[in-house]
């Protein structure tokens, strides 16, 4: 069994609902809408081929959506691109112009307000690098450092320098709306700096009903890693996005921040994703480099429940063959793991929440038992997260009467969402679990379990007890 999850973003590359078919059955667990890209009617289709194509394989998908945050670009050029050469001066602007090779706007009102003299700005994934000399009313002055064609609208990363930039656009608000309307499982939003982002975003979905939506946080930027701890604890899970991250930090920090979001997810037991450029090369090739299979495994072994294709599967010529290699790492890398030992560091945490504590336990029980499976009924997510949060051998079979739980449980390592039946009691709470977890595949008759619920039944987090038997 295929433990960690994947992440592949939707495109041309994957249009087909065939070849979703395939990369489901290769090991695609969440389909990736990157709403930076493409019309919105191109999202309609895609959305409705996920759907047609999980459940012709009698399965569910999810979907993600990944909304821009706020942005800082370019303006339009005179022409279709201009030539910066390094050691010249260039204006940025916030008045609204043409630009050329000596000034160019931003569409950032306030940048004058926020950078000084010897601030850096980044241009086009830090392909053009400024540093400020001065500001001059709406004019900033700067010495181009490294230059290149630049070409219109291209993105402007400001390393260190903290924004008044909103934390949900006019843009966001109208994507979310389309993402309800097309009910959406999960947002992705992009650049965030603090809690307070997450919560607005938040109290949108409150409004429009639809509290059920989870919220993954992209951290993108030393501010977002500075208010780590709060917008974790304000989100549902959060994604390592190691694009921007590694623009607007110094480079050699990603990895350890990398490194220190994982540990803190893990800690507090939510999904924790690892993103971008992971099989970069096999946009153009079948196969991969050493490297990018190293940096695969190191994320499953670091602890990461999720791993993404970005471009691979959207615009590369090989998204089937990238949904497999990234499968057969993470699978090898997961026979590395020694979950006894990973069990007793975990539980060297001081708990006090009864669920998590028979959660431990199960975990234990199954680890001592050798058993099978862990099989937890679950009415909102909650126990399976805490149960995944200890990492089991085993594989953790969650049962739910309620659709909406699936999304928040699709994310976490090593758990399997399965839809069940109502029940009224205990017997038949269980009966039906193990029912519904034989027609997984993933245990059979003979086979010892583990079982964790809750009493009295249809309680949201009230799980308080486990049991053991051969099914």
């Given at each position: 069994?295929?433990?960690?999850?994947?992440?592949?973003?939707?495109?041309?590359?994957?249009?087909?609902?065939?070849?979703?078919?395939?990369?489901?059955?290769?090991g695609m667990t969440v389909?990736?809408?990157?709403?930076?890209?493409?019309?919105?009617?191109?999202?309609?289709?895609?959305?409705?081929?996920?759907?047609?194509?999980?459940?012709?394989?009698?399965?569910?998908?999810?979907?993600?959506?990944?909304?821009?945050?706020?942005?800082?670009?370019?303006?339009?050029?005179?022409?279709?691109?201009?030539?910066?050469?390094?050691?010249?001066?260039?204006?940025?602007?916030?008045?609204?112009?043409?630009?050329?090779?000596?000034?160019?706007?931003?569409?950032?009102?306030?940048?004058?307000?926020?950078?000084?003299?010897?601030?850096?700005?980044?241009?086009?994934?830090?392909?053009?690098?400024?540093?400020?000399?001065?500001?001059?009313?709406?004019?900033?002055?700067?010495?181009?450092?490294?230059?290149?064609?630049?070409?219109?609208?291209?993105?402007?990363?400001?390393?260190?320098?903290?924004?008044?930039?909103?934390?949900?656009?006019?843009?966001?608000?109208?994507?979310?709306?389309?993402?309800?309307?097309?009910?959406?499982?999960?947002?992705?939003?992009?650049?965030?700096?603090?809690?307070?982002?997450?919560?607005?975003?938040?109290?949108?979905?409150?409004?429009?009903?639809?509290?059920?939506?989870?919220?993954?946080?992209?951290?993108?930027?030393?501010?977002?890693?500075?208010?780590?701890?709060?917008?974790?604890l304000a989100s549902d899970?959060?994604?390592?996005?190691?694009?921007?991250?590694?623009?607007?930090v110094p480079i050699e920090?990603?990895?350890?921040?990398?490194?220190?979001?994982?540990?803190?997810?893990?800690?507090?037991?939510?999904?924790?994703?690892?993103?971008?450029?992971?099989?970069?090369?096999?946009?153009?090739?079948?196969?991969?480099?050493?490297?990018?299979?190293?940096?695969?495994?190191?994320?499953?072994?670091?602890?990461?429940?999720?791993?993404?294709?970005?471009?691979?599967?959207?615009?590369?010529?090989?998204?089937?063959?990238?949904?497999?290699?990234?499968?057969?790492?993470?699978?090898?890398?997961?026979?590395?793991?020694?979950?006894?030992?990973?069990?007793?560091?975990?539980?060297?945490?001081?708990?006090?929440?009864?669920?998590?504590?028979?959660?431990?336990?199960?975990?234990?029980?199954?680890?001592?038992?050798?058993?099978?499976?862990?099989?937890?009924?679950?009415?909102?997510?909650?126990?399976?997260?805490?149960?995944?949060?200890?990492?089991?051998?085993?594989?953790?079979?969650?049962?739910?009467?309620?659709?909406?739980?699936?999304?928040?449980?699709?994310?976490?390592?090593?758990?399997?969402?399965?839809?069940?039946?109502?029940?009224?009691?205990?017997?038949?709470?269980?009966?039906?679990?193990?029912?519904?977890?034989?027609?997984?595949?993933?245990?059979?008759?003979?086979?010892?379990?583990?079982?964790?619920?809750?009493?009295?039944?249809?309680?949201?987090?009230?799980?308080?007890?486990?049991?053991?038997?051969?099914?």
């Open positions: 069994m295929l433990k960690t999850k994947i992440i592949c973003t939707m495109g041309p590359a994957c249009d087909s609902i065939e070849l979703l078919k395939v990369m489901i059955q290769e389909a990736r809408l990157n709403m930076a890209h493409g019309e919105l009617e191109d999202h309609v289709t895609r959305i409705n081929n996920i759907r047609k194509a999980a459940s012709e394989l009698n399965t569910y998908v999810p979907i993600m959506m990944d909304i821009k945050g706020p942005e800082v670009r370019i303006g339009k050029l005179k022409e279709a691109s201009c030539h910066l050469q390094a050691g010249k001066e260039l204006i940025l602007t916030t008045e609204e112009i043409l630009g050329d090779a000596e000034r160019i706007s931003v569409n950032y009102p306030e940048l004058n307000l926020v950078v000084k003299p010897g601030d850096r700005i980044l241009i086009d994934d830090g392909l053009v690098d400024l540093t400020v000399l001065s500001v001059e009313g709406s004019d900033i002055h700067c010495k181009i450092i490294s230059g290149g064609i630049l070409k219109p609208r291209k993105g402007v990363n400001l390393p260190g320098i903290k924004t008044t930039l909103p934390g949900v656009t006019e843009r966001d608000v109208m994507h979310i709306g389309f993402g309800i309307e097309n009910d959406i499982e999960i947002i992705a939003a992009s650049f965030v700096r603090k809690g307070d982002d997450i919560r607005e975003i938040r109290s949108i979905l409150k409004e429009r009903g639809v509290e059920h939506v989870q919220i993954i946080s992209k951290i993108e930027n030393q501010e977002g890693m500075t208010n780590l701890d709060d917008i974790i899970g959060i994604m390592v996005a190691r694009g921007d991250l590694g623009v607007e920090d990603v990895p350890m921040m990398q490194k220190e979001m994982i540990d803190k997810c893990n800690r507090a037991g939510k999904p924790v994703i690892v993103a971008t450029h992971m099989l970069e090369s096999m946009q153009v090739n079948p196969r991969p480099t050493r490297s990018e299979v190293s940096d695969v495994a190191n994320a499953v072994l670091q602890g990461a429940d999720v791993v993404m294709l970005s471009g691979e599967s959207a615009a590369g010529k090989y998204p089937v063959q990238s949904v497999r290699t990234m499968a057969a790492v993470a699978r090898r890398a997961e026979t590395m793991i020694d979950y006894k030992e990973q069990f007793a560091q975990k539980s060297a945490q001081q708990i006090a929440d009864i669920t998590e504590v028979i959660s431990q336990g199960a975990v234990s029980s199954s680890l001592v038992l050798n058993a099978k499976a862990i099989i937890t009924s679950t009415e909102s997510g909650f126990t399976a997260r805490m149960i995944s949060k200890y990492r089991p051998k085993a594989p953790i079979i969650a049962v739910t009467q309620h659709e909406e739980v699936l999304a928040k449980i699709c994310l976490l390592s090593g758990v399997i969402p399965v839809m069940g039946d109502k029940v009224t009691t205990t017997d038949e709470m269980f009966e039906s679990a193990t029912r519904n977890a034989i027609k997984t595949g993933y245990i059979e008759k003979g086979d010892i379990i583990v079982l964790s619920a809750g009493v009295p039944i249809g309680q949201s987090g009230n799980t308080n007890l486990i049991k053991v038997q051969q099914v």
